[in-house]
């Protein structure tokens, strides 16, 4: 099948030329310098003791550069294991996600008409993804239960925190749906499609095509209460989380985003959000009424920073996130991490037990809001 080409913003610079108007696609450069977290023009945070995480409080943190697991991310004896089930996905049975891949060995180039945006080669092509469920112990068959659905599953450093959190009851007895997403990275790939598209359709394929399966094979009952349903992932994992609340705060009311892509990674362009997730703190939180989103945020000081244009600073972008999540008056925790790269397994390892407590502080099944 021939390919077929888009024009999108991205995050790529300029590739080789090796001959008068010849160019070869090159990978995207990515540069990691160390932020300050007091940079001026950042948010004012709470400068925290080398090791300890912040207290179950909104506000902003500064995390010192030393990142030990938490306890409870080792598997401890005597604490009930959940049960982890795992089951895969075509895209042919998909009505939301049929399934694309960009062409082969290339990246997003240039588009000479228009230096913000880039073309994409991409075509038609078939997926499988796996989603895997984890189910505790405690639950109870046929019982309505809170859940969690995470990006780019599975996330075993998830089910172990769960397994100690719940035992401890400092969450809920939760189940976790973890997704596999369809392939790839960045625009022109099914997993760019899915996580970095400003609209609601990665909330409705879960809705509609993920969730009946999950309760349909492992006969669990998943609560339709938005206040006990949450969303979590890192990178672009990240800003999907949010985007699932934020156009169906009717399903969801907690997130929780490691290193979140909010930045300008949409594709194909849309005219209503031309800045991807970037708009979230450019023009969607400041001018929208404010959304019953609970939100916890980390990212680190050597995070990403593409320079090609002013929407791919991935620490900014945070920063940027807190400062508005702040001035609305959301209920959210930003921690920035010293001493951490994108996505950093070491400051997920630390953070991540009490990131989960605070998400989902306040919840009580049944209460009316």
């Avoid at 300890?52 to 938490?70: C, E, F, M, Q, S």
């Avoid at 009930?80 to 939301?96: I, K, L, Q």
């Avoid at 791919?312 to 702040?326: F, K, Q």
Wanted: net charge neutral; with cysteine; proline share 9%.
């Amino acid at each position: 099948m021939k390919g077929f080409l888009f024009r999108l913003s991205t995050v790529v610079v300029l590739g080789a030329m090796t001959a008068p108007g010849v160019m070869h696609a090159q990978a995207p450069v990515i540069q990691r310098p160390t932020r300050d977290p007091h940079t001026p023009g950042y948010v004012k945070a709470t400068q925290l003791p080398d090791g300890v995480n912040p207290p179950l409080k909104d506000g902003n943190y500064i995390l010192g550069p030393t990142h030990n697991p938490a306890p409870e991310m080792t598997v401890r004896e005597g604490v009930p294991r959940g049960d982890v089930y795992t089951f895969t996905m075509e895209s042919a049975g998909s009505r939301y996600y049929p399934g694309i891949a960009r062409e082969a060995n290339t990246y997003p180039q240039p588009d000479p008409a228009d230096p913000s945006k880039v073309i994409v080669s991409s075509h038609a092509a078939p997926y499988t993804r796996k989603v895997t469920v984890y189910v505790p112990k405690q639950y109870v068959r046929g019982r309505e239960a809170p859940f969690i659905v995470g990006a780019d599953g599975p996330d075993n450093l998830l089910f172990t925190a769960l397994d100690n959190l719940i035992a401890q009851r400092r969450v809920p007895v939760m189940i976790a749906i973890s997704i596999g997403s369809g392939g790839g990275d960045a625009q022109g790939s099914e997993r760019g499609l899915e996580y970095d598209t400003m609209s609601g359709k990665y909330a409705e394929f879960v809705e509609q095509e993920v969730l009946p399966l999950v309760e349909n094979q492992y006969k669990v009952k998943l609560t339709k209460d938005p206040d006990g349903r949450a969303t979590m992932g890192s990178s672009s994992g990240g800003s999907c989380a949010l985007i699932m609340a934020w156009y169906h705060p009717e399903w969801y009311h907690r997130v929780l985003t490691y290193s979140g892509t909010y930045v300008n990674q949409q594709w194909p362009v849309n005219p209503e959000t031309p800045h991807g997730a970037w708009e979230f703190h450019e023009r969607l939180i400041p001018n929208s009424p404010r959304k019953p989103i609970r939100i916890w945020m980390e990212v680190g000081d050597r995070d990403i920073l593409i320079p090609r244009d002013n929407y791919h600073d991935w620490v900014l972008a945070n920063e940027n996130m807190a400062r508005e999540l702040a001035a609305k008056g959301y209920h959210y925790q930003f921690v920035f991490a010293v001493n951490a790269r994108h996505s950093d397994r070491a400051v997920k390892q630390q953070t991540l037990p009490e990131a989960l407590e605070y998400v989902w502080r306040g919840y009580r099944a049944g209460r009316k809001r």
